[in-house]
């Protein structure tokens, strides 16, 4: 088949495949009839499904501009539904005597309206919150209502955060304090003694497992937080001598996040469980085991060990945890604890999608060539045009490599007046046209010969979207992260143009040219060609974990507008909340401008152009007004409004 009757052969399901909606999607997305992107949920246990596009419609004739982060709160309650319901059936399934109490880790989202409905909808399966400072504390103990629920407190803690802990104890609610350092215990239970308050002791522990993937390093001995088995012993024998054993309820450890690799989990609770049974014998009172994070999100949807995937599903990871556990500690006869998991990652990733408006494209096509070259064309010139004439699917690399040389000789001649613009510019388009001759040759080639993998690549689109990769998506930059990507709508047509994804920040590193697929990586992304009078959206999909806080304010793009949704039985939707982004005024009071002053300072240079006769009073009024409205403008690309 040629690469037209691919095209033309072209239907919905092969959209899906292409993009991998139903690996990575979780089963929350679907493409209906008209080729529109869907969000596909349950709502009273009826199917609902609906398109983004009526989605961006509703949000954009209320007033609101993308970029928008798009929060789809029935995600947030299934992700936290699966996760209770699947431990649940695993403890029943194999008779183990703990119940589940999960805990949200507040770091991974810490948007109020994330643990408002944790506290909400969790409040059913005694979903409560994990804290790694006093910050995150006090926003727990503000959302949080259920006192069946647990609260875990790690990270560094200093008198104020152990006492509102202890205090929090005292009210009822199950506030767990978690030594991460051997110096904690004695300002813990100092502040214990003055207060007159029992606390509810954790102890952190260091594996000496560690697990594949990119957060391999926060597991083994040399991880930054825990305690080593030793400096455990001597925290028990100063709790012994107090006579405070009994205090030390829970043992927590946290392996990594993102844990590709099911056999590195069980692993893990396997050194875990034996150490919990340890402190058992050593008689403290024990009865939590907290397993921390790791439920890893197959962002590729490959099902694999790979860092971006996990080889393991949902039921696997919750099943494999229960049998371990139970198999240790009926051999040790140890009571069956309350397991306790710090899921993040998992519970918000798919909450979160990121709503982007195409605003331009550049492609790397050539020019039609001249019929004849002119007279005087330099030998450079010819010598291009030369290998044109000679091409077969025979000698693609040799043209290739006398392209390369050719263009190097004439970037020289150029560089000492030898050549001229016109010349050059001529010689650059004969180039072009040359690699995509040998592309084309190379599209009905099974092998691609050495050294020319890369050239689709070389001559992919790149499509401008209106967000920053900083702000949004900035795990995409710090380290790699490989997100899901796509188009919206039109996935009824096949995408001819294969494209990377530029940022409208000016910075280089603003590019996204690393593409989720079954296989590998694919350096580039088939997208749609663009219409004159259609907007092209593309959506950023599992963007819910990590991405809004660590964001930052690169070339002063803010914070995007947000908007919560809700979707009903009847399908319809209905807006929960809207946040609105930053506005120009706000980022730059965050790097210390004062916006009064800089409009203050416009203002007068205005009225000295006035005074100097370069514009008229009418204009002045024109331009400074336009200034004050920007800075009450939205920092991203706006279309209308101006
Ligand atoms: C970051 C963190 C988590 C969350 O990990 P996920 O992989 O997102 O589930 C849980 N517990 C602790 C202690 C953490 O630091």
Redesign the pocket.
Known sequence: MTQKDVWNSWNLSKSADLYGIHEWGAGYFGINEAGDLCIKTEVNKKPITIPFRDIISGITERGMELPVLLRIENFLDSQISRLNESFRKAIKEQAYKGAYRGVF?I??NQQEQVLQEIARFGGRYHHGL?A?SKAELMAALGVLEDKESCLIC?GYKDEEFIDLALNANKMGFNVFLVIEMPSELDLIMERSRILGIEPMLGVRFKLSVQAGGHWSE?GGDRSL?GLTSTQIIEAVDRLKDMGKLDCLKLL?F?L????PNIRDVRQSVLEAARLYGGLKAEGAAMGYFDL?????VDYDGSQTNYMHSRNYGLDEYTNDIVDVLKTVFDEEEVPHPVIIS??????VAYYSVLLVNILDTARFEALPLPEKLPEDSPEVVRNMMDIMGDMNRKNLQECFNDAQFYRDQMHQLFKYGQVTLRERSLCENIYLTIIHKIQGFMGQMRRLPPGLEHLTENLADIYYGNFSLFQSLPDVWAIDQIFPVMPLTRLKEAPTRQAIIADITCDCDGQINRFISLKDEERTLPLHELKDDEEYWLGFFLVG??QETLGDLHNLFGDTNVVSIRIHDDQSFEITRELEGDSVADVLSYVEYNPKTLLENFRQKAEKAVKEGLISPRERQGIVSGYEKSLRGYTYYERENY
Do not use: M
């Open positions: 880790p770091k991974v994990e790694g790690n926060s937080f927590h946290h990594a996040s993102q844990i921390g994070g790791g439920l890893a710090e899921s993040g990652r998992a519970t974990a990590y």
